[in-house]
């Protein structure tokens, strides 16, 4: 068992300059069917930081009479005398300075400005990308590491795993529409994934994850879980695990990252 202090373990905020940037398309490709991933870069993108693994950017997808980004003495910002276009929060997925790229990946679903903008991606198209505004550091000094989620959370949980360092441990249950989905992580932890699968049922329900983390036998020692889904699922989850399987809530997180018949919904789950 770690002999971490609790101090090692304390989660930090540190918070960055805002910058809207306009990236270029680099690449679009599939990862799984409903999995699109955009590899984004140009000058704009140098100076980027995100140092917690479920930062996130604000993507924005202006339509027609929305106000355009002006560059300006303090950087590009939006105009006052239009609408901003709307934005949706995405996770930076991996951020490679020495490439200068950033990618972004898509779990496309059946209707939403950033689905549609994801499916129709080309190279050469310019995306407005804004953040992250501060980042939530989460120490790896556990004896193990929970990730729990949907497939809006994938982005977050391959790059945990991939900056986990050797000699750590994670325990990832994860729900998909099927195994065509199912992703392979790269990582130098000691992994193992639960894959829950829809097939056919509409996402944002409850059940599969709830069953899936009832069943799941935990390593022994201390452990942060991290929760990301739809909003009432990453409610319930965050109480299931406190009550059942012994998590500490100083030591959780869960968040809303999307919610039923609404857009563009961030929810934080921290109290009952
Ligand atoms: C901090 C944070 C990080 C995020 N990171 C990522 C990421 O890296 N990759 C990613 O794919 N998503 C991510 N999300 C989720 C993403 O922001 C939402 O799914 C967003 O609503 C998608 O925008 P949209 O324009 O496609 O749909 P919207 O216009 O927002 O929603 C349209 C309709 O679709 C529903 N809906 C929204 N998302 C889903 C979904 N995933 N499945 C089924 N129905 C849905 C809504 O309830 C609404 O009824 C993140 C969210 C947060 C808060």
Same mark, same amino acid.
């Given at each position: 068992?770690?002999?971490?202090?609790?101090?090692?373990?304390?989660?930090?905020?540190?918070?960055?300059?805002?910058?809207?940037?306009?990236?270029?398309?680099?690449?679009?490709?599939?990862?799984?069917?409903?999995?699109?991933?955009?590899?984004?870069?140009?000058? *704009?993108?140098? +100076?980027? /930081?995100? $140092?917690?693994?479920?930062?996130?950017?604000? #993507?924005?997808? =202006?339509?027609?009479? %929305?106000?355009?980004?002006?560059?300006?003495?303090?950087?590009?910002?939006?105009?006052?005398?239009?609408?901003?276009?709307?934005?949706?929060?995405?996770?930076?997925?991996?951020?490679?300075?020495?490439?200068?790229?950033?990618?972004?990946?898509?779990?496309?679903?059946?209707?939403?400005?950033?689905?549609?903008?994801?499916?129709? *991606?080309?190279? +050469?198209? /310019?995306? $407005?990308?804004?953040?992250?505004?501060?980042? #939530?550091?989460? =120490?790896?000094?556990? %004896?193990?590491?929970?990730?729990?989620?949907?497939?809006?959370?994938?982005?977050?949980?391959?790059?945990?795993?991939?900056?986990?360092?050797?000699?750590?441990?994670?325990?990832?249950?994860?729900?998909?529409?099927?195994?065509?989905?199912?992703?392979?992580?790269?990582?130098?932890?000691?992994?193992?994934?639960?894959?829950?699968?829809?097939?056919?049922?509409?996402?944002?329900?409850?059940?599969?994850?709830?069953?899936? #983390?009832?069943?799941?036998?935990?390593?022994?020692?201390?452990?942060?879980?991290?929760?990301?889904?739809?909003?009432?699922?990453?409610?319930?989850?965050?109480?299931?695990?406190?009550?059942?399987?012994?998590?500490?809530?100083?030591?959780?997180?869960?968040?809303?990252?999307?919610?039923?018949?609404?857009?563009?919904?961030?929810?934080?789950?921290?109290?009952?």
């Amino acid at each position: 068992m770690s002999s971490a202090t609790e101090t090692d373990r304390t989660p930090q905020r540190v918070r960055h300059t805002v910058r809207l940037r306009p990236l270029e398309v680099l690449r679009a490709e599939r990862l799984t069917p409903r999995m699109l991933r955009v590899t984004l870069g140009g000058a *704009a993108l140098e +100076g980027f /930081t995100s $140092l917690g693994f479920d930062d996130h950017v604000k #993507l924005f997808f =202006p339509r027609p009479g %929305d106000a355009l980004p002006v560059a300006g003495a303090e950087g590009v910002s939006f105009p006052e005398s239009a609408p901003r276009p709307p934005a949706r929060d995405y996770t930076p997925r991996r951020y490679d300075a020495q490439a200068g790229t950033l990618a972004i990946d898509f779990a496309l679903h059946e209707a939403g400005p950033a689905t549609a903008w994801a499916e129709q *991606a080309a190279p +050469g198209q /310019t995306l $407005l990308v804004g953040g992250p505004r501060g980042s #939530l550091v989460i =120490p790896t000094a556990f %004896d193990w590491h929970l990730l729990v989620g949907d497939e809006t959370a994938l982005p977050a949980i391959g790059r945990r795993l991939e900056e986990l360092p050797a000699g750590s441990r994670a325990v990832v249950v994860a729900e998909v529409e099927g195994p065509e989905e199912e992703q392979t992580f790269q990582s130098a932890a000691s992994v193992s994934v639960s894959w829950v699968h829809r097939r056919g049922a509409a996402p944002g329900r409850l059940d599969g994850l709830s069953a899936a #983390l009832a069943a799941a036998a935990f390593p022994p020692g201390a452990f942060y879980a991290w929760v990301a889904a739809e909003s009432q699922v990453a409610k319930v989850l965050r109480r299931q695990l406190i009550a059942e399987k012994g998590a500490e809530p100083r030591w959780l997180k869960a968040a809303g990252y999307w919610k039923l018949g609404q857009s563009a919904v961030h929810e934080q789950h921290a109290e009952d």
